[in-house]
């Protein structure tokens, strides 16, 4: 599966749009947050395991979005974007994209 933030896929043309696909998922954050200040960390430093978690749960997202893409007979995603949002303690992570069939542009 092609997954691109751009409007084509370079040497190939779209063949058949199918439409919109959407990936969501959430973390506890503040979890992460309040365990990762218990050993010193400030508010300028990185925190390890909470980025690990925040890279995962943006993958997570990938996947489901891949998934229904898949499932609707799509080979590539193009236009793909995230956005994320907080709902109380929790991190939403939603990823979406132009579902579509592609094929090689000298075909």
Sequence with gaps: MIVVTTETVAGHRIRTTLGEVLGVTSVNVRAGITFAGSFGASARDELPDL???????????????????VQRGANAVVGMRHDVGEVGEFREVCVYGTAVVIEPADA
């Design 51 to 69: 980025t690990q978690v925040l890279y995962a749960t943006r993958r997570e997202a990938i996947a489901r979005m891949v998934h229904e893409a």
